[in-house]
């Protein structure tokens, strides 16, 4: 089945290619793959939350917005390199989480990352990955994802 059958069997509709808030591009393709730069989860052009996950956002909260990341980064991916179609899965998932300091829970915040890009791609979904519990992330945002894909 194709990435877009496959969205459309989700019920998923991409968001359109989120502004670069820097000096940089939402994606580049190079090699047989496309590197997403990080992806803030961005709905409608806002963040629907700011702060730390453990203290002024929910962990399940964050999940949800880790998902909403993984699919801005797939947005920027068939954007870069001609259509979802052209994606053949994913290498690698690298996640970051805002965290308070006694919040531990990175790992499971990323799976919502994870678990999206596991239902739309299937096996060829499966990655390497890191979840990171860091200070503070662009905008305040609570997550950030970015993902390396397979051509396909």
């Known amino acids: ?16 290619v989120a502004t670069p808030v820097a000096a940089y591009v939402p994606a580049v393709v190079h090699a047989g793959l496309v590197y997403t730069s990080g ?10 939350a700011s702060g730390k996950v453990g203290a002024d956002v929910t962990a399940e909260d964050a999940q949800g917005y ?3 990341c993984a ?27 805002a965290s308070d ?13 994870s678990e999206v890009l596991g239902e739309i791609f299937g096996e060829a979904g499966v990655h390497a990955r890191a979840a990171v519990g860091v200070a ?17």
């Open 39 to 48: 992806q803030l989860p961005f709905a409608s052009g806002t963040l629907p």
């Open 101 to 113: 300091p006694a919040f531990t829970g990175q790992p499971g915040v990323i799976n919502g990352a």
């Open 136 to 152: 503070v992330l662009p905008l305040d945002s609570p997550v950030e994802v970015e993902v390396t894909f397979i051509l396909a």
């Open 71 to 97: 699919l801005n980064a797939l947005a920027a991916a068939a954007a870069a390199s001609g259509g979802v179609d052209k994606l053949g899965g994913v290498l690698r998932v690298g996640g970051f989480v």
């Open 1 to 16: 089945m194709s990435v877009a059958a496959r969205l459309s069997e989700l019920g998923i509709e991409l968001p359109e």
């Open 66 to 68: 880790a998902r909403t």
